[in-house]
C-alpha cells in the first residue's frame, strides 16, 4: 500500500499548453494541469519526484512549480535542452538588451533578403532606413515557382499578393548567389546527411538527402547569420536563450511548413514531409515571434527564478531544486530508495520516433545522439516490439532500485494498440511492480488535439491512461488458462459492442477491463500476452463502426 493515498481518480479536463510549454516544441507534451494535479495528489513539498522520460518538461516544470524537487532524465538532447530553458531562469531586461544589440548586427542585412514592393503605398526598399521599408513576411512556392506572398510595410499595410518581378528576381538571385554569400559571410550551416530511418525515409526517396535541403537558399542564409551572431553574444546565459529561439525559429523555418486556410503551420508531423505548395517564413520575423514567447513563458514561471539546478544528486539533497540529466535511465546517477515518486509519460512504441525526428533540431545544436538505448519501435534501427519492451524494463527496473518502497510509480500512455499497451504494462510489471486497484483511469484529450493530423492519420487513441503502480516484488498470479482468456476477450468485445458506438469508445470500455487483467498476468514464464494481445487487435479490427459523423464521433470519445 502507498504511503499516502489511493490512486488519483479525477477526471480532468485537459487545458492547452500554458504559455512556458509554447516556447518551443517538443514531441507529445502532455497536458500540464493533468500532471500538476498527478503531483499535488502523488507527493508532498520537498518530495524528491523522477521523470526518467522527461521529454517536453511537463512533469520538471508542474513539480517545480508546486515546490517539489525533481529529476528529470531523457536520452535525447532536444528534450533536455528544451526542459532546462523551460526551467532555467532568464533575467528578461538582459535579454531584450541584447536583443536589441542583435538586431542592429543582423537585421539589416536578414531584412535585404526579403525585400519587396508594398502594392499599396509603393514604397521601394530601403534598408539603410529601417523606418521606410517593405519585406515578404511569407513566400508560397509550388513546383520551383513562388504562387503567393504576403507583404508588410513599414506603413502598416500587410497582405497576400502575387509575386512581382522583383520578387522572382529577387529569389533567383540568392539561388545563383549562394555559395558566394556563404563565403563572404562564412556562414556555417548543417551539412549532415539525413540519416535513414523509418520516419525520414519518404522524404530520402523524394530525393532530399541533406537536411540543408529542407531549407531554401535563402532561409538558410537567414538562419546561418542569425547562428552566427548569437554565438558571439558573451553572456552565457543569454547566449543559451537566444540560442533556444532560433531552434523554435525551426519548427516554422523550412520547407515543412505550409498554409492550412489563412494560418501559417510549422512542422507539426510525426515524420518529414513537405506539401507541394509549402512555404518560406521570414526567418527574422519569425525569431521576433520566438523570442516574445520566451518572454511571455518566462513571465509566466516568475516564481521558478529562485531554481537551482545541478548534476549531482547530493545537491538535490541539499539546496538544488532540479537535475535534469541527458542520459539513458537504464543507468542512473542515483542512490537506492532515494526518490519519492515516480511521475512520467514513457514512449509509446514506434508512434512518435523522437531520435530521427528531433535530429532536424540537434543538427542546428551542434548536437547528436546516441539512439542505441532510445526505448523505440524503429525498423531501420532493428528495434521491434521485444527490443522495445526490453529497453522499457530495463529503465522501469532503474526506477524500482531508486524509488522507495512506499511510494508510486504513476504513468500515462497514449497508445489506441492493445499490443503497444501490453508491452509497457508488461515491462513495468516485470521490473517489480503491480497495478494498485483502481490503478488505471482514462483521461479524455485536449479538445483541439482530437482533431491534429497526427491524430487522425494514426487513428490514435487520443486520450490518456494514467496507471498507478506501486512496488511488489511477488512472484505474481500464473497458470492462466491461453484458451480462457480468449474466450474472455470474445466475451468483452461482444458485450461492448452491442453499446459502443466508436472505436475509441469500444476500445477505452474494452482496455478498462482487459488491461488490469494484462497486469495480473504479466509475469506468465512464456511471455504469452503479447500473442493475446494481438488476438484482440485482431479481434477489435474486424468491429465495424459506421455512420458517425467525426464530430459526432469526438464528443463520443470525449
Ligand atoms: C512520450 S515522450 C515524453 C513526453 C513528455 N511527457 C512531455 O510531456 O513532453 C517519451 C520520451 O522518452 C525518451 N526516451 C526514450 N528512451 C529513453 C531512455 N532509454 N532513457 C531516457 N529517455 C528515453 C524520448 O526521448 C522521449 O522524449
Ligand atoms: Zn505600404
Redesign the pocket.
Known sequence: MLKYKNPFSKIIESKQHSPVYKMHR?????PHNVFSELIKHYTEEGDIILD????????VVEGLLLNRKVIG????PL?TFVTEMEVLPLNVEEFKTELNLLEQRVREKIDYLYRSICPECLIVPSFHNLDSKSFLDWVEWENGDIIRCKYKCSQNHSGEKYPDDNDIILAQKIENDFKEIVTKEQLLYPKQQIPDGDKTRSIIRKGYNYFWQLFTKRNLIALSILKREISKVENLEIRKFLLFALSGTLKWASKQSHLRGNVVEGWAMHAYWIYQRYLEINVWETFIKRCKSIISGKESVRSLSHCKLTTSFDNILKDASAMILN????DLPLPDKSVDAVI?????GGN?N??ELADYWLVWLNDVMDKS????INATQGKNLEDYED?LLS?FKECNRVLKDDSPLVATFNSKDLVIISSFVKSVVKAGFRLMDNGLLYQPPIKAYVTTVHAKEVGAFTGDFIFTFCKDNSAGELNIDVEDCRILIDELIEKHAITAKTEVQMRKWFYEEIIPLFAKWAKSPDGWITDIAKYAESQLKKQKFEGLHFKQARSIAR
Open positions: 517538443y514531441f507529445a507534451r502532455r526518467p522520460f522527461c521529454g517536453g518538461g511537463v512533469t532524465v531523457d536520452i535525447n528534450a542520459h539513458s535511465s537504464d512520467t509519460d514513457p514512449p509509446y512518435v523522437y531520435g538505448k532510445e526505448a523505440v529497453l529503465v
